[in-house]
């Protein structure tokens, strides 16, 4: 039996924002919406890192907006140097991730580190979250995240 694919469950679309008020105030104003407030992601952080650095402080404003059976996130940086960041400052507002959930998060970034993709960004939460962000940019300039949620909540 093959192996099932980290990419075979789109979780949602990322876009970088530099004011996420004014994001969804010009999202909604065109008919999009309705955003709701995502749970604070700095909430119960066990263990995260940004670019090798085991002790980044980094943190965001997320709103995610359900479409169809995907989602979209507006994410906007307020602390600490990330993928993210960085690509707000040098690329401005636009589409930065596609999200994958997947069921092990640590087998992915092992499996795609022996592909030579570059693991930048994790996070864990107590609970059992976590999230890598992997660095694909090479071709087509888009990061893909990966996030293994708490079993009880699949």
Known sequence: MAEKSPFSNLHHIGIVVKDIDQAVKHYVSIGMGPFKPFAAIAANVVEQSSYGDM??????????????ATRIELLQPVKGRTINSDFLAEHGEGINHLAFLVDDV?????????????????????????????DAR???????EFIQLPKESV
């Open 138 to 144: 090479k071709v087509g300039g888009v990061t893909f």
């Open 106 to 134: 640590e087998a992915v970034k092992a499996d795609l580190a022996k592909k030579g993709l570059e693991v930048v960004l994790t996070r864990k939460r107590a609970g059992g979250f976590s999230a890598a962000y992997i």
């Open 55 to 68: 002790h980044a402080d980094f943190d965001f404003k997320i709103r995610m907006l359900e479409v169809g």
